[in-house]
């Protein structure tokens, strides 16, 4: 059984008891550096994520009779690891665990309701600002090629006032949340840590 894990945003007190006790019956941790240091009383089987994930199809799936626990940041199902495997294995051989997005942890820290948002990411892509842009509530889950300030310049490019609100290193002891102007984001994506990013209209 290949168990996909939500861990939510990163501090232990955010993941679910479901979460915790699949990553307690596993044989084998699979994940990122940053999420398998997280569990350093496993003693199982450790291995490390890289970026060629058709090869961790492969490798799970000459796996699947063990119990296969994959970490995956946040909710697995939004812009997580869960879609490829999901569709990679049959239902009956993978068992997703839910876990709270790291726009979701932002939204509540801020007290802003997600009725109507818009949510998605630029990890990796390039959103059609344009279209993205046309929201009024937007949520994104960034990385470093578009982050802050990348999207600061598309909403002057059009002329638009809003606020974005920057989550990093959420749930951490060095979380840090602003909100600001875009003419007031820091001049380069390297100025920010992990983070996402809630872009509202200026009231
Ligand atoms: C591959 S995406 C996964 C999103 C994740 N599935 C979720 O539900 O939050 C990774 C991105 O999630 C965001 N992220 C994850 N953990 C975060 C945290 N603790 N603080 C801020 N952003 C975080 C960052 O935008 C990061 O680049």
Not at 49 to 62: H, S
Not at 82 to 88: E, F, L, V, W
Not at 151 to 171: F, K, P
């Amino acid at each position: 059984m290949i168990t996909v894990v939500g861990i939510g945003p990163g501090a232990a007190e955010y993941q679910t008891a479901a979460a915790r006790q699949a990553v307690a019956q596993a044989e084998i941790l699979v994940g990122g550096a940053r999420h398998l240091a997280l569990y350093p009383h496993f003693y199982g089987e450790k291995k490390k994520l890289d970026a060629d994930i058709d090869q961790l199809m492969v490798w799970l799936e000459q796996r699947r009779y063990q119990q296969v626990v994959v970490l995956a940041s946040g909710d697995p199902l939004f812009y997580g690891i869960g879609k490829r495997i999901s569709a990679s294995f049959p239902p009956e051989q993978v068992r997703i665990i839910p876990g709270i997005s790291a726009l979701q942890y932002l939204c509540a820290q801020i007290q802003q309701d997600m009725n109507d948002i818009y949510l998605t990411s630029s990890h990796g892509r390039s959103p059609d600002f344009d279209w993205l842009l046309a929201h009024p509530k937007i949520g994104m889950v960034t990385d470093k090629v578009i982050g802050p300030r990348k999207i600061a310049d598309e909403i002057l490019a059009r002329g638009q006032r809003r606020l974005l609100v920057i989550g990093e290193n959420l749930s951490q002891s060095n979380q840090r949340i602003t909100i600001l102007k875009p003419e007031h984001v820091a001049s380069g994506d390297d100025m920010y840590d992990i983070n996402v990013v809630v872009i509202l209209n200026e009231r």
